[in-house]
């Protein structure tokens, strides 16, 4: 059978290479138009609903040679009473260890690239040029680095970089655009102070992380489940489905959209050079997907090729394509099986208390089905589950077990007998609840939990869908 995703058991379908032509001909026609002569105006930002957009100007009036580039995160100047602003350094070497523009010389590639940015929408020529080179320098696979080296160039000699005028340029500088515009954007329009993502309604301690992946920004978000609760500890650019998102079927080229979790990890070592540094397995197709005839395997979070240091924002076979160095630092972080990955069109920012409504409803529903089963009353719990879908047993160990009571002592002689000691029912206990939601055609939400008792312990986990006013359970399955 065919398999062309992302797959180390079959290799997926390639174009032929692309000659390496950036540090000549390309690098000197330029990608964007940089050094504050219209940046932004390319990434085409008006008409988007911005998550926390930083107020810009008029686009017009970015293309002028007092353009800024600001960014989301970009704290305003504090001046003392009465001081007017100091002279900005006049060489790059020169700069104050705390000025914004110090990240355009160290950190990670994605950092030190908005580093530049800064320094061009600050008209630091200068600072953008040598910050520029040095990436260039150390980063030689970074495409986009590269080429605005080249446009930084360009600007000082004097010559209007070929994006300037819009239209006529090839592929791969089209797709480099569309990188940058999605880079930048990220920065600019940073997620909410203080807010998470709506789709994570509840995470127990035991689970450590969560990813989220914002498939309309190219962006994967890096959560961390502390003591106080989830908090964003990082975020990266990825590259999805040639084909976009939604996947169907096996060989549409798209990134499934829904609720999973890390399955399996494999390093470099055994996989073809095309994964990079390693990979991360997700659970596509899973027990939601098949009711919804959905096919195809080999959904994984991986790296790029050692010879490039990212990939254009629509590039796989349906895979999440990530930097190495930032794949690293997933595999290195996540630990397998209950790390949740919500693979969404749109992330859904709010806060803790504008969601305690809506999860203390969805909690409501779980917990009415665990009570119910805890009770041991089948007909009851088969009212919970959509038609066709309730198992004859529900899975997972019974609700409550009975068990043999020990056999009474032997009586004295003459001594009435004594009666059998009634059965002893084992108790069940539900532990380690996850609930993340997110909406298909109708509001889904996917549930796991723990379900013990003195003998046994099984993980289960339940597709519920929103049916009117109600919630109903579609699918449901052991994990382990």
């Not at 050079?273 to 027990?287: D, E, H, L, S, T």
Request: charged share 20%.
């Amino acid at each position: 059978m065919k398999r062309d995703f992302d797959v180390p058991a079959a290799p997926e379908v390639v174009p032929p290479r692309r000659s390496s032509r950036w540090p000549s001909a390309a690098v000197a026609a330029g990608s964007l138009v940089v050094a504050g002569a219209g940046l932004l105006a390319s990434t085409e930002l008006h008409g988007i609903p911005a998550l926390h957009a930083t107020p810009q100007p008029p686009l017009a009036a970015l293309a002028l040679p007092g353009a800024t580039i600001t960014l989301a995160d970009d704290p305003p100047p504090a001046l003392p009473p009465g001081r007017a602003p100091a002279a900005v350094p006049s060489s790059p070497a020169t700069l104050a260890p705390g000025s914004p523009l110090a990240g355009a010389f160290k950190g990670s590639p994605e950092g030190r690239l908005i580093g530049i940015y800064r320094a061009i929408g600050a008209q630091r020529q200068d600072v953008a040029l040598e910050a520029a080179a040095r990436l260039a320098r150390d980063v030689p696979t970074f495409k986009l680095a590269q080429l605005v080296y080249g446009d930084l160039l360009s600007v000082r000699a004097g010559i209007r970089p070929r994006m300037a005028a819009g239209g006529g340029e090839g592929e791969e500088l089209a797709e480099l655009r569309d990188e940058a515009a999605l880079r930048l954007r990220a920065l600019q329009e940073r997620p909410p102070e203080g807010e998470l993502p709506a789709e994570f309604i509840v995470l127990p301690k035991a689970v450590h992380h969560a990813i989220a992946v914002d498939t309309s920004r190219s962006r994967l978000y890096l959560f961390e489940n502390g003591p106080r609760g989830l908090r964003l500890v990082s975020d990266h650019y990825v590259s999805l489905g040639k084909q976009g998102v939604d996947k169907s079927v096996e060989g549409d080229q798209r990134t499934p959209l829904g609720v999973y979790f890390v399955s399996d990890r494999m390093g470099g070592g055994a996989l073809e050079q095309r994964f990079g540094a390693g990979a991360m397995q997700i659970n596509y197709p899973n027990a939601f997907d098949k009711l919804r005839g959905r096919t195809g395997s080999g959904i994984y979070l991986h790296g790029v090729p050692f010879d490039t240091y990212s990939r254009p924002p629509k590039d796989s076979d349906g895979c999440v394509v990530l930097a190495n160095d930032e794949l690293l630092m997933l595999m290195n972080t996540v630990p397998l099986h209950d790390t949740p990955v919500v693979i969404t069109r749109g992330i859904h920012w709010v806060k803790d208390d504008a969601a305690q409504q809506h999860r203390a409803e969805i909690l409501d529903a779980v917990n009415h089905w665990q009570s119910v089963r805890a009770s041991d009353d089948p007909t009851a719990l088969n009212d919970f589950y959509a038609p066709g879908a309730a198992p004859p047993v529900p899975s997972g160990p019974p609700a409550s077990v009975v068990v043999a009571a020990p056999p009474p002592p032997p009586a004295r002689r003459g001594a009435p007998a004594r009666p059998a000691p009634a059965p002893v029912r084992e108790q069940i206990a539900f532990n380690d609840l996850s609930v993340l939601t997110w909406s298909d055609e109708k509001e889904t939400m996917v549930v796991t939990f723990h379900e013990r008792l003195a003998r046994r312990e099984t993980v289960l986990r339940q597709y519920w869908e929103r049916d009117a006013s109600r919630w109903k359970i579609v699918a449901e399955g052991v994990v382990r």
